[in-house]
């Protein structure tokens, strides 16, 4: 087959008009156009008064060869890549080890992927979720919010499906896939039960509904293949041999490339122990009990970057207006999105960070005493509504540095803060823009009505964050208006704290390379048999991302299953 890129059309073209586009582009005859489909399809809004449709095609035709010579200097058309998912455990044909069975920990994109891909290839993996299945935790997660009331076990960051279950459900990421693994796991994701055009959308998402009924068929899927899940079941401790003393202490642990352990089994709250050879970590970056066992440990850790800031609101209607002018309704373009960045004068970094079309803002904090917030979007994206994140980058050395987990304690400062300055119910502390911007407490909502539940406590933001991110974010609001038109509307809502942006630590590995998966073994720097894996190893920024990560970490923990090709 042959790729087909920038093929434009009109935004209301006719639902015929591919083929003699293709066919145009091409310079053939209609017969010589097997089949086409589409790969890929975007929106190109930079004129407002000619919004298009941008298509790659992958077309089959009758002389292939013939037409690539004819349009070799086209850098547009170019033959259809391979982009088939094969299993990179061996290299030699083996046989599965008789070993203890593989135990992933947590069943978020990145713990779920792990457990399906070594389903997939006959490891019967165990499955250990502190969490509830993802419909009982859905039911405890609007508990929280819509009464206050607070699961530490099953909640918004626990359970089934993991943190990007409530979310805007984006399947898109900026990793690099030179295997085309996110392909495999769209289409697993398509066969779990969510829309084909997943497949071929520029940015694509799928909301937090239809990701409900997706996880629960690739439970099934697992199951089926011989795994074994295992819900409420929070690992409270990992049995380590001590292979040899750590050459530094274990706040750094040892000097990479010397493993001074190796992991031999997990023990369950209530006292149970399963052994194991292999374990994936896929707990997520809220799993703080997690972190601080690992740590004490000695399982070599770093604090990693992160950001902090609110939540913002506008009426779903501005942004679909500034981005798509008169085109702003059509139900062929949906709610818009957008994406901003801005350098402030104090050399912080402020952008959007998961921006939700149509959607609400949510609560989504884990521990008592603290207000987290986040985003989340339905597949209709059809709320009122538009809200991102407005976030600062903040970095261990200038910001925490007070060792590998004092991100964990930076965060947990700013939380219990919005619980204070949010009347200590789990309301959220909030103010409009027009009040923040002029360094005021807000005390009435004006035209935009804010979505978060259990609900708002207007006050004064100015104390809910470092003051650097609190001069930063007021920069940046009135320079992100010069691109959207109204982004600084003084009825405008901010909303806090938005401080889980990504894990503030990682779990460092032996990674393998994009261009050779066995080039890395993927274990922890200093423990073998420890895979870290997804967002919580800082490994992942999204649901995408974390389930790509948990394809490799399930084919590393393969190849070491596999009879000849043994990591220990």
């Not at 083929?19 to 089949?35: T, V």
């Not at 937090?208 to 997706?214: A, E, K, N, Q, W």
Request: hydrophobic share 40%; charged share 25%; proline share 6%.
């Amino acid at each position: 087959m042959l790729r087909l890129t920038e093929l434009r059309l009109p935004l209301e073209h006719p639902a015929d008009a591919l083929r003699p586009a293709i066919i145009a582009r091409l310079g053939i005859s209609d017969q010589e156009l097997l089949r086409f489909e589409i790969y890929k399809r975007a929106v190109d809004a930079r004129k407002k008064s000619s919004i298009l449709f941008v298509y790659t095609i992958d077309a089959e035709l009758r002389h292939e060869d013939k037409v690539l010579r004819r349009l070799k200097t086209d850098p547009h058309v170019r033959p259809t890549p391979d982009m088939e998912y094969r299993f990179a455990a061996t290299e030699a044909a083996g046989t599965p080890a008789r070993s203890r069975r593989p135990i992933v920990i947590g069943m978020g994109p990145s713990g779920l992927f792990a457990g399906l891909i070594l389903a997939q290839a006959g490891f019967r993996p165990l499955i250990l979720e502190r969490g509830k299945i993802v419909r009982e935790r859905t039911k405890d997660t609007f508990r929280m919010w819509r009464q206050g009331v607070l699961d530490t076990e099953s909640n918004t960051q626990f359970g089934e499906g993991g943190a990007g279950t409530f979310s805007d459900g984006k399947l898109y990421s900026q990793v690099k896939d030179p295997r085309h693994l996110g392909r495999k796991v769209l289409r697993e994701f398509v066969e779990a039960g969510a829309p084909e055009e997943i497949l071929y959308a520029s940015r694509p998402h799928i909301g937090t509904f239809r990701l409900v009924s997706m996880v629960e068929r690739m439970r099934a899927k697992i199951l089926a293949l011989g795994g074994e899940i295992r819900f409420g079941t929070r690992v409270d401790d990992i049995e380590f041999e001590r292979l040899a003393t750590p050459a530094e202490s274990p706040a750094h642990g040892p000097a990479p490339g010397g493993r001074t352990m190796r992991v031999r089994g997990v023990v369950l709250a209530g006292g149970e122990r399963i052994a194991t050879d292999h374990l994936v970590l896929a707990v997520g970056h809220s799993a703080r009990d997690t972190f601080a066992m690992l740590y004490r440990h000695g399982v070599y850790i770093e604090a990693k970057p992160f950001s902090i800031g609110f939540r913002i609101e506008h009426p779903q209607s501005l942004i679909n207006q500034c981005r798509y002018g008169e085109k702003a309704d059509s139900p062929l373009l949906g709610a818009a999105d957008y994406r901003l960045v801005h350098h402030a004068k104090n050399d912080r970094s402020v952008y959007s960070f998961c921006m939700c079309p149509g959607g609400t803002v949510v609560a989504a904090t884990s521990e008592e005493g603290r207000v987290v917030t986040n985003g989340m979007s339905q597949y209709s994206r059809a709320e009122r509504n538009a809200n991102a994140g407005i976030v600062v980058g903040i970095t261990p050395e200038a910001d925490y540095p007070g060792g590998p987990l004092a991100g964990i304690e930076f965060q947990r400062f700013w939380e219990s803060r919005a619980y204070e300055l949010g009347g200590r119910t789990y309301e959220a502390p909030g103010q409009l823009v027009g009040d923040f911007l002029k360094g005021r407490a807000s005390t009435a909502f004006g035209s935009v009505l804010p979505s978060y539940t259990p609900g708002v406590h207007l006050t004064d933001l100015a104390t809910a964050l470092p003051d650097y991110a609190i001069t930063a974010i007021r920069e940046a609001i009135p320079a992100f208006a010069r691109e959207i038109k109204g982004y600084d509307l003084a009825d405008a809502v901010l909303t806090g704290v938005e401080t889980r942006t990504s894990s503030p630590i990682r779990i460092t590995r032996d990674d393998a390379k994009d261009s050779d998966p066995t080039s890395g073994d993927m274990q922890s720097l200093n423990t073998i048999g420890l895979y870290p894996t997804g967002e919580g190893a800082g490994y992942a920024g999204g649901i995408l991302s974390a389930s790509i990560d948990g394809i490799k970490i399930a084919e590393a923990v393969s190849r070491s299953l596999v009879v000849g090709r043994a990591a220990l």
